[in-house]
């Protein structure tokens, strides 16, 4: 199968590690006399990099992971703390109507909005309380004020554990975005590398050889590239998730659909993955990728592959998650 998405070269270098055998055996077979790449690259190297890279790819999986349950963890503390603050508000209606502290409780903050103006609401809130604690002159109050159990060192810890959660997921795509960089260093040299042992086999044995006819392609033939299927999609309230449709493929060789997401607005080749493999004849598909929390945007691209190992990209839908 020639290169295409990150998953792809460990599966074209693992064909290469196969071919490879059958080059040294019948260049004798023997460690002196077995194919080498520049810097004196051996089969056994070159396996043990496509080893490497495949542990990096599954290791990256689990960075992205990380940012996910990170931000479902936000997004849980967010809504607890916007419980809460709507009890405090109620609370300061119900106790202290007439009070000055009343017309000072700040509204609630919206769901999706950043991380200072998200938090500054809570944090005034957390200010507003301990200056009710404090003040012993409210006619027919007796400080502190608790509310059903929740006092204000635990609503300033709840706080505390949200502004925590927003660091883990800054943490978090740091991680991935230094990740990025070095997967493509990894995809570069491996590519390198591909293009040398192509390169070297045919320069040995020439362009008419089995071993040379036989070697895995790195790029799909040329003209034979699809027709692109039109996606279409959008957010189902009823069962929380992304609905996701597109055209069929009437190419004679095609292999199956591949759907992939970049995260975010835009759609970014460098940053999406594979969501799923899906076989001729499906044209729909549901998803929570990308999209587990409250306020998350996700891009998506269907690709036609073919049995040639051509490939076309569709239009992008862009879906965001209520």
Not at 140 to 166: H, K
């Amino acid at each position: 199968m020639p290169l295409s998405d990150f998953g792809s070269f460990v599966v074209v270098m693992d064909e290469i590690g196969l071919h490879w055998a059958d080059v040294n055996a019948a260049l004798g077979g023997t460690t002196a006399t077995d194919l080498k790449l520049e810097g004196a690259l051996t089969r056994a190297g070159f396996i043990t990099a496509k080893d490497v890279l495949d542990a990096f790819l599954i290791g990256f999986e689990d960075l992205e992971n990380a940012r996910e349950i990170g931000a479902g963890a936000r997004d849980n503390l967010k809504g607890t703390l916007r419980q809460k603050l709507g009890q405090f508000r109620g609370m300061l209606r119900a106790v202290l109507p007439t009070s000055k502290y009343a017309a000072a409780a700040p509204a609630l903050p919206n769901f999706g909005a950043d991380e200072s103006k998200f938090l500054s609401p809570f944090d005034d809130a957390a200010s507003l309380w301990l200056r009710i604690n404090a003040d012993t002159t409210i006619a027919g109050f007796t400080p502190p004020l608790v509310i059903a159990g929740l006092t204000q060192a635990l609503f300033a810890a709840d706080i505390l554990a949200c502004r925590a959660a927003y660091h883990a997921i800054r943490e978090a795509e740091n991680n991935l975005n230094v990740a990025r960089k070095e997967r493509q260093t990894l995809l570069d040299d491996a590519r390198e590398r591909m293009v040398q042992y192509r390169a070297a086999v045919e320069g040995i044995f020439g362009p008419t050889h089995p071993l040379t006819l036989s070697l895995p392609a790195l790029s799909a033939a040329p003209g034979s590239t699809p027709d692109a299927s039109t996606l279409s999609g959008n957010w189902n309230a009823t069962t929380s998730e992304a609905d996701l449709a597109w055209t069929v493929s009437d190419d004679p060789n095609l292999h199956n659909y591949q759907l992939r997401m970049s995260p975010g607005a835009t759609y970014d080749a460098d940053t999406a993955t594979v969501v799923a493999n899906i076989p001729a004849g499906t044209l729909t598909l549901s998803t929570t990728t990308g999209l587990n929390n409250s306020g998350d945007v996700a891009s998506f691209k269907l690709f036609v592959l073919l049995t040639t190992g051509n490939e076309a990209g569709s239009n992008t839908i862009t879906i965001t998650r209520p």
